[in-house]
């Protein structure tokens, strides 16, 4: 009876069913009763926590004591099995909805001093007058100097219709000026750019960048709008790189945008056989015929390769880019009382061939805790709809494999020490205007007036060769080689010595990208910034050609059949 109350009782876990990490001193059931092992092991806590309370030689804090055991506990299992405490449920629901009160805002540190990084289109903040480069300097008289990023958020967060007071100087006038903002709702669409591309403009683009609610809804619309602007659409694209996932319903309904009715798109299996479900597409296609390229990469998860795996198994559509991440794990919430939550890993999901992409074994731990990928003699061959193989065990592989351009040290170092930051505020502050972000860039002469404001700026770093060399001095001094090889070890350090200059120009085009989107976003917000990076975008050109190549198209999801 007991057994059944507890599987009833678990199929409250379907609500809300998410796919994006203690030690209570459990000691594994050797006994035929677990209810006893539970029991017996939460006594020994419970009496364990009142002796530390009454007896240990300093004061201890009893929230913090727990939360500290509580996420041991959970490091023993999987990364996405997490403790939510009251303090961030807020954090928490705001990666499910994309809502949250405030200003519509992010800020950065730089040194002791707190900057306005991003203002949000159309925000509290944006109608206050705040742009990227502000530096504030108190809110609500409260100092800034020396806070975190995490202290200002609980200063700007707040109920909607709350105002505060921000003393702020301006990037562009060097004028400091109290505003008052009023906070309000802030929704971060998780569809931040659509568009239409190619050559002739016939092929539908969105970027989708998490699972929230309603997304689905979100991408349909955008699609919507583009048709009506290009009834002829000759293709479409979805951009799922860098999506953690999200909500496993939105990635049904994102689905069912390019399958019709009772499709199949994923299924779920738990501990209790009886929890189980498939869920499939419930509403006509928005378009089931049209070329579909799905872009992902290997910052693509969960619910992103549940879409990417679907189209793929039901050859819906070709896969580009690099091979997902590879989480294949579903999670549910449970209160805990005291607005805390459990999020907990209850199922895997299985794609249409009835695969599991799940890359990391966390039922198979080192001697020292830490996981492996899944074994290539583990994974399983499975078929497409039209019979192409496709693998278990290691996310999703793409139809047309690409590789990301590796960041030069030199774009890296300028991005981190602000740099590009701070030349996009100074030129915004001398350019009232830009052009179309898709056609915005940089002249030679204009590129060249950045290299010479940043040319007495400290932007040193080491490259991986002369990391690599130090490494081989600090192994020859420690077993007393060096002396010996001195000579010739000076001689290769300078040789290999670079130059930051000729750095900037050997790796120009790449520095010059980011620049042009970080100017591109202090006009035209987050779309402004993808919609400039599209310009040098491989994996969007690819899918274009294929689109416009439809016997290319075709072979890749019909090998052999003409």
């Known amino acids: 009876m007991k057994r059944l109350k507890n599987r009833m009782s678990a ?37 364990l926590f009142k002796e530390l309370n009454s007896y240990y030689v300093d004061p201890i804090e009893p929230g913090k004591l727990v939360k500290t055991g509580v996420d041991a506990m959970l490091m023993e299992l999987d990364p996405y099995t997490n403790f939510i405490t009251e303090a961030d449920i807020e954090e928490y629901e705001f990666m499910t909805t994309g809502k949250y009160g405030g200003i519509g805002a992010n800020m950065q540190r730089k040194g002791d001093d707190i900057y306005v990084a991003d203002v949000y289109e159309n925000s509290p903040a944006q109608m206050a007058g705040l742009h990227p480069g502000d530096m504030v300097e108190s809110i609500d008289g409260q100092s800034l100097k020396g806070k975190s990023v995490d202290d200002l958020g609980a200063l700007l967060k707040g109920s909607p219709g709350t105002q505060l007071k921000m003393k702020v100087k301006d990037a562009y006038t060097q004028i400091t000026s109290e505003k008052l903002v009023t906070r309000g709702e802030i929704e971060i669409s998780s569809v931040p750019y659509a568009g239409l591309v190619g050559a002739q403009n016939n092929i539908a683009y969105v970027r989708l960048t998490q699972f929230t609610q309603q997304c689905g809804q979100q991408v349909k619309d955008a699609y ?22 999200g909500l496993l319903d939105e990635a049904v309904n994102i689905c069912n945008i390019f399958l019709d009715k009772g499709q199949p798109v994923v299924s779920t299996k738990y501990r209790i056989p009886e929890m189980d479900k498939e869920y499939k597409t419930t509403l006509p296609a928005w378009n089931k015929d049209l070329p579909l390229a799905v872009l992902v990469n290997k910052s693509s998860a969960s619910a992103s390769e ?18 997902s991440y590879g989480k294949g794990l579903v999670q549910v919430t449970r209160p805990l009382g005291f607005k805390s939550h459990l999020k907990l890993t209850v199922a895997r999901y299985y794609t249409p061939s009835g695969r599991c992409i799940q890359a990391l074994d966390y039922t198979h731990r080192a001697a020292d805790g830490s996981v492996g990928l899944i074994a290539d003699s583990l994974k399983k061959t499975f078929k497409t709809k039209g019979g192409r193989n496709v693998l278990s065990g290691g996310g999703v592989s793409p139809d047309v494999a690409t590789k990301d351009e590796p960041m030069s040290k030199v774009a890296v170092t300028l991005y981190a020490k602000n740099y590009l930051f701070d030349y996009a505020t100074d030129y915004a502050g001398k350019h009232p205007t830009i052009a179309d972000p898709t056609k915005f860039s940089l002249t030679e002469a204009e590129f060249g007036q950045f290299a010479k404001w940043v040319e ?107």
């Open 456 to 562: 007495n700026k400290d932007f040193s770093y080491s490259t991986e060769t002369e990391s690599q060399l130090d490494t081989l001095k600090n192994i020859a001094v420690k077993e007393k080689y060096f002396e010996n090889i001195k000579p010739e070890f000076d001689a290769l350090k300078a040789k290999l010595s670079h130059d930051k200059k000729q750095d900037l120009l050997k790796h120009k085009d790449q520095v010059k990208r980011i620049l042009e989107g970080e100017i591109a976003s202090r006009y035209y917000y987050t779309r402004g910034r993808m919609a400039q990076a599209m310009q040098h975008d491989k994996d969007l050109d690819k899918a274009i050609a294929l689109i416009n190549t439809p016997a290319e198209y075709s072979s890749l999801l019909r090998p052999g059949k003409k």
């Open 11 to 47: 199929r409250g876990f379907l609500a809300g069913v998410l796919l994006s990490g203690t030690a209570f001193f459990f000691i594994r059931a050797t006994t035929a009763d677990p209810y006893f092992e539970i029991s017996k092991n939460l006594d020994i806590y419970t009496n």
């Open 224 to 245: 919507d709008s583009l048709k009506k602007v290009q009834p002829s659409l000759k293709g479409l694209v979805l951009d799922l790189r860098n999506n953690p996932g």
């Open 306 to 323: 549940i879409v990417a795996g679907t189209m793929q198994d039901l050859d819906r559509g070709v896969i580009i880019g690099e091979r």
